[in-house]
């Protein structure tokens, strides 16, 4: 948990994030930093990186090579500014690589254009499928 002092997370916001998602304790610093890491490789700044971690801890305990996967099936997709997409919307990075290819999938199926699908990750503002 150090490095979330280090990257200027107060006690209280990282006992917060703890205390919803408790599998945080078990987490090596260093995967901390990769996933800090990843997240700065997509655009993220350090106030969306906090965000992202105080709105969404459990992100801080999901796979890396599963983050990698989800990020690259966005960006397969043709989603770009994920910094931005992660910061109005953390929980994006819980969605699985299959996950995220089957919204995409049946929306395009059910008519859907790729704009309002990708609106639909963007904003996120309803569900369209």
């Keep these: 948990m150090d490095v979330l002092i280090r990257y200027g997370f ?28 990843i997240l700065i490789n997509i655009g993220c700044v350090n106030s969306q990186i906090k965000n992202i971690f105080i709105c969404n801890p459990f992100c801080i305990s999901r796979n890396i090579i599963e983050i990698h996967k989800s990020i690259n099936k966005y960006k ?3 989603l770009d500014n994920l910094n931005v997409m992660f910061d109005s919307n953390p929980y994006l990075l819980n969605l699985e690589d299959i996950e995220i290819e089957n919204i995409y999938n049946e929306s395009i199926e059910k008519g859907y254009t790729k704009e309002q699908v990708y609106n639909y990750f963007y904003n996120n503002s309803n569900r369209i499928i």
């Design 76 to 78: 397969e997709l043709g």
């Design 10 to 37: 107060s006690i209280e916001e990282i006992k917060n994030m703890m205390d919803s998602n408790q599998e945080i304790e078990g987490i090596e610093d260093k995967d901390i930093y990769e996933l800090i890491d």
